[in-house]
């Protein structure tokens, strides 16, 4: 079906290739609760004397895929923990005969095959197949409640929230010095002793002549070299009424370089100053106080500097837990965190022992993750200290997610990570050079950071404005709008899943032809294998295409059915009504095709209207099954939009009723066919 045809009906719309936003994946959801008794094999592994195969260097041989399924017919909910996690990943490679062999692992990131021999208990169940024992494709993490006989087993203890303890923080200074170790420091991971100070941060020491620990602003007038921490942190929803929090402004200057109370700081910020001083730093960057709130020369100027402030801080502080920046992200949890998959064993002494299992890694569900700003933080930093649900959390370039503290929780990280070489201009990196790499990592992004809420959706091209500045000195690329010069073309096909469509869009913030243009998460089609259109010239003023367009109501009706249109807006019939277009006018501009297998393709392009004088707006996606439309159309060079200003994009933005949609009418009659 047409946009025409959906001016006599409503149509239903769905995007191909299952191309819906996807859920995150689930954590066993399906398998919590109680799952019954183990069975002799599992109750024999989790006893002293399996203890003693796990510790040692031989494991302990588990069932084959044909027992282990028995197992599970018979009621063993450790078995069918087993059995889901291993086919889930690995249901090609698990052969019927082929045994699994679990060893005993005391740090959930250990690569070591090698158990500790002298183990008290059971932390970790690495597990592998017996045909290949040293490629582990199994993790499970076992707790027990204390006072259970299972405890006697299983160390792991349901994890009480604990971030700010000196043994925390011992074993976060620990990691911290590992990284940067002058000896042997981490290769990937950016820090020099020479750091040159942000323009403005707060002195967490204060003054030898304060009478109390005061904080105060430092403004560096030269390059001030020092090392230094940076807060990434949620603001949250600004007071309606009552005092405004304490920010840096163009008349309280003076006041904040002479000192602050630390009273009158939020409760994150406040956070942020005792951990920097635990850390046995001096210098701590927060944007709130450190950029002219009511300056927009200012906020230019240093929204343009993040880049560097991230990547360049020796140590990002990440506020995760905290939905707002007077609640703070010290404060502990009224209940411990323990799987909800449960099975009982029966212990040699006969009782029996309840053990808590996942074997799944931990996703935590962070408020500052769905926030937009964020995610150029956490790409832009060297090192993390991230202030988690239940524990504090330690990432790097050259460590993934994990916990401070070896016997944490296993972490699944989604998110995707800039090339070394944004960090280390004098390294190449294994991952990253090809152009296909630098595709899927754009595209990633644009993903992710769309998903992401802004307060101030103006905001949706600075807040990324960090990364595009470190790639495109890395990648040696202009990025316009969001979109990249080099792969352009492709570039251009994205689309909005059909439950995210918007309502409008701000091309006071972008031309029609950028994702930026829109509002909520964007997807992308797969990579062009051929690109049909040229780009012939590209400014942030215009796009001058060289490339194929057809009138959509050229396409035969017989031909029309292999024609899926996907619309950006809801009622992208108002759109072009309240432009006073025609909606015979609607036209597709061929970008390219994209390979489905060895022996099919299918075409991508847009769903474009000429606003006058040859300059084109995108309305949407469109795929062709049928190229054969296509042949003996001719290419001309066509013009795309350019952004408008905000008076014009808001004028154009407001729809009057008469315009909306008429259900009633007929559909538009074709011309008849030879």
Known sequence: MTMSEQAGQKRQRSDSNGDTKKPKQSRSESHNGSQGQSCQVCTLMLSHQGLQHLNSPNGFLHQNRTDCAASVDQGCGMCKLILFAVCKEHDEDWRHEDRLLFRNSQDVLSVSTTPKKDAAGICNLRGAFESNPGASILTIQLFAKQGDPMARIVRRRPLRRDVKSN??????????????????????????????????????????????????????????????????Y???????????????????VETLVKGIQLESLQQSIQDAI??????????????????MQNCRNDQASEIGRMAS?????????????????DHGFLSDKPRPYCPGYKVYVTMDDHTTGTVYLSAEPYEPDHP??????????????????????????????????????????????????????VFDGDEEPYYGNLDSDKLYLWKTIVQQYTDRELSHTSDKLNAIKGITSELETLWRDTNVYGLWKKWFIGLLAWYKPVMERD?????????????????????????????????????????????????????????????????????????????GLNIEEVEYLLLGTVKLDENSEEG???????????????????????????????????????????????????????????????????????
């Open 167 to 232: 043994k925390v923080f011992a074993a976060a200074k620990a990691l911290v010095k590992q990284c940067m170790d002058p000896e042997n420091p981490h290769k990937h991971c950016r820090y020099s002793r020479d750091t040159v100070l942000p323009l403005r941060v707060l002195d967490v020491v204060g003054r030898p002549e304060d009478p109390c620990p005061t904080v105060r602003l430092k403004i560096s007038e030269t390059d001030t070299h020092a090392p230094y921490l940076a807060l990434s």
């Open 234 to 252: 949620r603001w949250g929803d600004q007071p309606a009424s009552g005092p405004e929090p304490l920010q840096l402004r163009k008349d309280n």
């Open 274 to 291: 005792v951990v920097t001083r635990k850390l046995g730093y001096r210098y701590l960057w927060v944007d709130a106080l450190c950029i």
């Open 309 to 325: 402030i991230y990547k360049n801080a020796a140590i990002t502080i990440v506020a995760a837990t905290s939905l707002h920046a």
């Open 368 to 421: 500052l993750d769905k926030r937009g700003w964020t995610l150029q933080e956490f790409m832009l930093s060297s090192r993390m200290l991230i202030f988690s649900d239940y524990e504090l959390l330690w990432q790097c370039k050259e460590v993934d997610l994990r916990s401070v503290s070896a016997k944490g929780l296993e972490y699944l990280q989604p998110l995707e990570t800039l090339p070394w070489t």
């Open 503 to 579: 309502e409008r869009r701000h091309l006071e913030r972008a031309p029609s032809w950028s994702w930026a243009s829109l509002d909520g998460v964007i997807l992308y089609e797969g990579s062009l294998s051929t690109e049909d259109a040229r780009l012939k010239s590209l400014t942030v003023q215009a796009v001058e295409l060289s490339c194929r367009i057809l009138r959509e109501s050229d396409v035969s009706d017989e031909k029309a059915l292999k024609v899926l249109e996907q619309p950006d807006l809801m009622d992208p019939l108002a759109e072009l009504q309240q432009k």
């Open 604 to 674: 991508i392009g847009l769903l474009v209207i000429d606003t006058g004088g040859g300059v084109y707006q995108r309305l949407g996606l469109v795929k062709f099954q049928d190229m054969a439309i296509w042949e003996n159309v001719q290419r001309r060079d066509i013009i795309l939009d350019a952004r408008m200003d905000e008076k014009k994009a808001n004028e154009e933005a407001m729809i009057p009723e008469k315009t909306h949609v008429n259900k009633k009418r007929e559909k538009r009659k074709r011309k008849p066919k030879s």
